[in-house]
Structure formats: C-alpha cells, structure tokens
C-alpha cells in the first residue's frame, strides 16, 4: 500500500466526528480486480461510508439485485441523465455507459456522511475534477496479470475474446493508477480490505 495508512479497521466500528467534512473514496481497479467485493466489506466495517448506486445501461448480471449494486437504466434514460446534469461522473466501459446520480450523492455528503464509489479511471478523473482533494482516490493494483486473467475466468461471465479485451483495457488503466492518491495491491482479499479501511480512516 503506498502513502501507508496508519491505525487498524479489525471489528472496530467508526463512528462519524463532530465537524468533520465528510468525504469521497473513490475505488477503482481494472475489470476482476475486486473493487465491487472490497467495498462490500468495507460497508459492513464502516457504518458512516454509503455506496453510491450506480447507473449502468448494461444487463444484469447473475446475483446482481436491482437498487443494490446498480439501478439500470436504457441508454435514453442514461443520455438525459447525463444531459441534464444530473451525474457525477459517467464513462464508457466494455460497451455500456455507467454513471453515479449527482443528487443523492451530495446529500450524503451534506448530512456528514462519506460516499464510496466503485468506479473507472474515467469516472475518477471526473470526480477529482467536481470536488478536488474531497475526492479521496484509491487503485486497487491486481498481483499480476496472470492472476487477473484467473478472476475473469473464474466469474464465468465473458468469452474469450471479451477477456483479451478486459486484460488490454486493465494495462492501460493499470498506467493511470500513478494519479490515485492511494494504491493498494489486492492479493489477499482481507488484507486488502483492511489496507483500504486504514487509509479511510487516515483521511476521515
């Protein structure tokens, strides 16, 4: 984990500080590299961290629940979102849009609490852009490319040829992880998790 974090997340369980702004942890990884089951655990762990539900114009997929992990939306509905000004940060990936709602987003923030995203280096560049150093960047470094190409074959979900293009788009998303604030490799999921939770913790 670079720029380490100090204290420790174990069974500890935060608690929101008196007069503390909260703050946007912005989570990104290339595709199988665990981003989604992190920042699962680490709401579990954290009671003040609220996901943003994201916007994706694609299916879903096997065990995804509609208003849990996404809301999905056709592609027209995506474009007036996106027209409107009504998200965060939107981006391109895989062939389908994905976007985080503005709106729900910054009331969270203004009731004190912190907002997790779970997002690309796209969306990532956005939100720094919209809110600075609030914006709280983490990459989650896969251990190699080899055990990456493992994860996406075991979701059983692409074929190969969507795979080779998952592995060339996690190269080059791999090259912007220098920007991040925070990288953190995720080989073991828990030390992983308890990585990310520290540096929440650093920065809230």
């Known amino acids: 984990m670079s720029r380490g974090a100090s204290g420790t997340l174990g069974r500890r369980r935060l608690s929101p500080v008196a007069g503390r702004?909260?703050?946007v942890f912005v989570v990104s990884s290339p595709s199988g590299g665990g981003k989604t089951t992190v920042v699962e655990r680490l709401q579990r762990a954290l009671p003040?961290?609220?996901?943003s539900v994201s916007v994706p114009t694609r299916a879903p997929r096997?065990?995804?629940r509609r208003g849990r992990e996404y809301r999905f939306v056709s592609p027209a509905v995506f474009q007036r979102?996106?027209?409107?000004g009504g998200l965060?940060?939107?981006?391109?990936?895989?062939?389908?849009?994905y976007g985080t709602p503005k709106r729900p987003a910054l009331h969270t923030l203004a009731q004190g609490k912190d907002v997790v995203l779970s997002i690309d280096v796209q969306g990532a560049r956005q939100v720094r852009r919209a809110l600075g150093k609030r914006a709280v960047l983490i990459f989650l470094v896969p251990p190699s490319m080899h055990r990456l190409r493992q994860r996406l074959v075991r979701r059983r979900t692409e074929t190969p040829a969507a795979i080779r293009r998952r592995l060339a788009?996690?190269?080059?998303?791999?090259?912007?992880?220098a920007w991040y604030d925070y990288r953190?490799?995720?080989?073991r999921l828990e030390q992983?998790?308890?990585?990310v939770g520290r540096i929440i913790q650093r920065e809230g």
């Open 21 to 23: 702004r909260a703050r």
């Open 48 to 51: 003040r961290l609220v996901r």
């Open 81 to 84: 979102l996106r027209r409107s």
């Open 184 to 187: 953190v490799v995720n080989d």
């Open 192 to 195: 992983a998790v308890r990585d």
């Open 62 to 64: 096997d065990g995804e």
């Open 88 to 97: 965060l940060e939107w981006a391109r990936v895989h062939g389908a849009w």
């Open 169 to 177: 788009v996690a190269r080059a998303e791999l090259a912007c992880a």
